[in-house]
């Protein structure tokens, strides 16, 4: 059974740092990794899909990478702004498995 | 157009009641999912439905049942409303192929609480 764990739970930050998100997951068998925004409220929006076959994945101020050998994924956040204020949910899908996600972090970002 | 659509958005019912909340997507997608988020943030799978294979998380209560009439639509079914049943309960779809490795689609949420 896959279980994915998201580190650290919360994070509160100044305006313009720069920001590791963290992922772990105990079964690497995977055929992909997405990152979702949620804001309060609202649904979950899809930032970044990391294939299995692939190590990282860019968009705009975002990277992911992906690492099955150690059961690791990273969402760096260059410049944070406030707007980014959401919690970010890490989910994998693929093979026998329903997509299963973690508790996501908590990120709030201060002007 | 919205590509997965959740209706009701908000419903407040009482114990005891039995209420559905409606799906549907207009991708042309062949699974699609109910999942439930405690308070906590936390989404647990519910069922997974393609091409007519339910997939149910054994730790569902079976007063939940998902229907669907056709490929787009997938309501969850609920009977005999308990306070824990509140929550928000996210419909989700993913394209053919699913399991070699597309992305996943969610609405936008059905807050239930139960009085």
């Known amino acids: 059974k896959q279980e994915v764990t998201q580190i650290p739970a919360a994070l509160s930050v100044p305006e313009g740092e720069n920001l590791v998100l963290n992922c772990s997951f105990t079964d690497s068998a995977i055929y992909n990794l997405q990152w979702f925004r949620q804001d309060p409220g609202k649904g979950l929006t899809s930032l970044l899909l990391?294939?299995?076959?692939?190590r990282e994945q860019t968009s705009g101020r975002l990277n992911a990478s992906l690492d099955k050998s150690s059961g690791r994924s990273t969402l760096y956040i260059a410049a944070s702004q406030p707007g980014d204020s959401a919690t970010y949910l890490c989910g994998l899908s693929g093979g026998s498995y329903i997509p299963t996600f973690g508790r996501g972090t908590s990120l709030i970002v201060h002007p | 157009d919205t590509a997965v659509s959740q209706t009701p958005k908000y419903l407040v019912t009482q114990m005891g009641n039995d209420k559905s909340i409606k799906c549907e997507q207009n991708?042309?997608?062949?699974?699609m999912y109910w999942y439930k988020q405690d308070s906590k943030k936390f989404l647990k799978i519910m069922f997974s439905y393609n091409n007519k294979e339910l997939i149910i998380n054994e730790t569902v209560p079976n007063r939940f049942s998902p229907k669907s009439p056709d490929k787009a639509h997938l309501n969850l079914h609920i009977n005999s409303l308990e306070l824990g049943d509140s929550a928000v309960y996210f419909c989700?779809?993913?394209?053919?192929?699913?399991?070699?490795?597309?992305?996943?689609?969610f609405g936008e949420g059905s807050w239930l609480t139960v009085v």
């Open positions: 989700a779809s993913s394209p053919p192929g699913s399991f070699s490795g597309n992305t996943i689609y």
């Open positions: 990391i294939q299995s076959s692939q």
């Open positions: 991708l042309g997608h062949d699974t």
